[in-house]
């Protein structure tokens, strides 16, 4: 199969008229939106809007009823399971609100778990680097229980970026972080996409969070209604409440 090589195009993940339904629910609707190599873009909505659903297709968590994705040119319908399996781990990064860290190992192993189980070795410069900006360095033999809230999720931050994605999913990564915390969580978000030409895609509900994405897409009802270029807090918000 021949497909279309990353290099080749400055589309991050692409999808094209993809419609989900569970039962008689719609949780997508027909919806076609790209997401440009190196951008950072807040996706949100109220509950029920289809968020999660978005994201679990764009990620190629889930497949679509209808329509397509496609992730570095690759149209990941045609893969198989065990083939889209290897392309997420390889080529996409997940940061979630609950930090999904194996409480048996410590940070550096959960770091680098995505390696492990891809049956590749750490490269020992980049993984000093990732630890370096999420402040870990003298926290990698402890274990997750000996972490505070914000610093398990700069440690499921590391895991995501270590493999060198081309793009990185974030799902709610601030909801259970208090202000402060989720404030170094983003900046730390929005560095990866400045320095490194990382792109993110963040699914929240948080206005302030989206304030630090380029570009805010709005869910309502299963379809992409609108988008807002360098969204303000305070826009974010009054767009919201219209939803």
């Given at each position: 199969m021949t497909t279309t090589t990353v290099q080749a195009t400055a589309e991050a993940v692409r999808l094209e008229s993809v419609?989900?339904?569970?039962?008689?629910?719609?949780?997508?609707?027909?919806?076609?939106?790209?997401?440009p190599r190196g951008g950072f873009t807040a996706v949100m909505g109220p509950s029920g809007s289809g968020k999660s659903t978005f994201l679990h297709?764009?990620?190629?968590?889930?497949?679509?009823?209808?329509?397509?994705?496609?992730?570095?040119?690759?149209?990941?319908?045609?893969?198989?399971?065990?083939k889209r399996t290897l392309l997420r781990r390889k080529r996409i990064?997940?940061?979630?609100q609950d930090f999904n860290l194996i409480p048996s190992m410590d940070v550096e192993q959960n770091i680098t778990l995505p390696l492990q189980l891809g049956g590749l070795e750490a490269d020992p410069a980049w993984l000093?680097?990732?630890?370096?900006?999420?402040?870990?360095?003298?926290?990698?033999?402890h274990r997750p229980s000996?972490?505070?809230?914000?610093?398990?999720q700069r440690a499921a931050l590391a895991r995501a970026l270590v493999t060198r994605p081309e793009v990185v999913f974030a799902d709610e990564p601030t909801g259970a972080l208090d202000p402060r915390?989720?404030?170094?969580?983003?900046?730390?978000?929005?560095?990866?996409?400045?320095?490194?030409?990382?792109?993110?895609?963040?699914?929240?509900?948080?206005p302030l969070a989206a304030a630090w994405a380029d570009s805010a897409v709005?869910?309502?009802?299963?379809?992409?209604?609108?988008?807002?270029?360098?969204?303000?807090?305070?826009?974010?918000?009054?767009?919201?409440?219209s939803l």
């Open positions: 419609t989900k339904t569970y039962g008689a629910v719609r949780a997508l609707d027909g919806v076609t939106w790209t997401f297709c764009a990620s190629g968590l889930d497949r679509p009823s209808e329509g397509g994705v496609r992730i570095g040119g690759v149209d990941i319908g045609r893969l198989s399971e065990a990064g997940f940061v979630f000093a680097e990732v630890v370096r900006r999420v402040g870990l360095a003298d926290r990698l033999r000996e972490l505070s809230g914000g610093q398990q915390t989720a404030r170094e969580v983003l900046r730390l978000l929005r560095e990866a996409v400045d320095t490194t030409g990382q792109t993110l895609v963040l699914v929240t509900h948080d709005f869910l309502s009802r299963g379809r992409i209604v609108d988008e807002m270029l360098r969204p303000t807090a305070a826009a974010v918000a009054s767009r919201w409440e």
